[in-house]
């Protein structure tokens, strides 16, 4: 593993650009755009990027999308030494294309990247990365309302090795799938289950980090909660089982009838999302009273029911901002303010979309146009 001094002086590496030689036609691309859902169509191209702790960071290349070779003893199949980001490519009605804080991407994947003892990329050969494949698929933008390019860029360990022990090689992709709305807009509040028997995040533990293994241990609950009829599970803090930290791969925030807000305090179990950091910054602009405290599930029952509590709503790159209406645990089910999105929620939301698509100023300089 690079130290961190030796991956900031790295320089990036030039890109070899092979063009897809039968890119899917025109008319099958169209059709798959027309209701693209979100993760289940992909574009023409990916990125590769090889790292080996003799040369770095090397062999920078755009490519056609297919399978990758893998060793069977590669070491992210045995230890899932793999980390993630997730970010929006938009396509503005003038044609230009833009994405949203993509360094705060890349100076989270370098944070995940620490924590799980693998090389840092430098912010400008991430951003390159991004760069060169939305370009290459510009023709990928579906034309629904709420449409996007979403980016997964990743990393994981390639080293054929069984030994207990960061890996000596990695490699970083980055593939692109187009997507509609999440959520549709005007969609119903989503009733959530509350895990009361498995975490998601220990003190100490991996849970601010974009790992996939976060997400591993989060599928029995999320199963759990469809299985009870609920959308989503959100979860307790490890140590006392009391205060809410967040859902499977999303941030909460609770409004309160004196239109001030809370979102839980991050602290090393709450993956810091961008959306979440995007919309503490809009609420301060709009002088509304914004803390990061602990908030616990007995309180939300009981201002839920007082009325002192109005909305509740999640929020992440996919779905931007989500009402919660429901909430379903051990003790019975309690309804949030009308159990529908309420006004503090649809507002951020469009606050938020609105500079996302380039609809509104950006006053924080977020935007970054890429062509
Ligand atoms: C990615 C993620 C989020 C949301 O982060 P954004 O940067 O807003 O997309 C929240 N929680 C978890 C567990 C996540 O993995």
Wanted: aromatic share 10%; with cysteine; glycine share 10%.
């Amino acid at each position: 593993m690079a130290t961190l001094a030796e991956a900031r002086v790295m320089t990036s590496p030039p890109f070899t650009r092979i063009p897809h030689p039968a890119p899917v036609p025109a008319a099958a691309r169209a059709q798959a755009l027309t209701d693209p859902g979100f993760g289940k169509v992909f574009s023409d191209h990916m990125v590769t990027i090889e790292w080996t702790a003799g040369q770095g960071w090397h062999a920078a290349t755009l490519g056609p999308r297919g399978p990758l070779t893998l060793d069977p003893a590669a070491a992210v199949l045995h230890y899932a030494q793999e980390i993630f980001e997730g970010l929006k490519a938009y396509r503005r009605d003038d044609g230009s294309i833009t994405l949203f804080r993509p360094q705060a991407n890349a100076a989270r994947f370098n944070a995940s990247a620490q924590r799980l003892a693998m090389p840092e990329m430098p912010e400008e050969l991430f951003i390159e990365a991004i760069r060169q494949i939305v370009l290459a698929d510009r023709d990928w933008f579906p034309d629904v309302e709420g449409g996007s390019l979403y980016l997964r860029p990743f990393m994981f360990a390639s080293e054929a090795f069984l030994g207990v022990r960061p890996a000596k090689e990695y490699k970083f992709l980055v593939i692109a799938s187009p997507a509609g709305n999440y959520f549709k807009s005007g969609a119903p509040a989503v009733s959530i289950w509350v895990s009361e028997d498995y975490t998601r995040a220990a003190p100490g533990g991996t849970g601010a980090a974009k790992c996939g293994g976060n997400y591993a241990a989060s599928l029995v609950p999320q199963a759990e909660a469809i299985a009870l009829g609920h959308d989503q599970v959100v979860f307790l803090d490890a140590a006392e089982r009391k205060w809410i930290e967040e859902l499977g791969g999303m941030n909460l925030f609770f409004v309160f009838a004196d239109g001030s807000l809370i979102t839980p305090p991050l602290g090393g179990t709450i993956l810091p999302g961008i959306t979440r950091d995007s919309l503490l910054s809009l609420a301060a602009d709009e002088g509304l009273a914004v803390r990061e405290e602990r908030y616990s599930l007995d309180q939300w029952r009981e201002d839920s029911a007082s009325g002192r509590l109005t909305e509740t709503f999640a929020c992440g790159t996919a779905a931007v901002v989500t009402a919660v209406g429901r909430v379903a645990g051990r003790d019975g089910e309690f309804t949030i303010g009308s159990g529908s999105p309420g006004q503090m929620t649809q507002h951020l939301r469009e606050r938020l979309v609105a500079i996302q698509r380039g609809k509104a100023p950006d006053p924080h300089g977020w935007v970054m146009r890429l062509a």
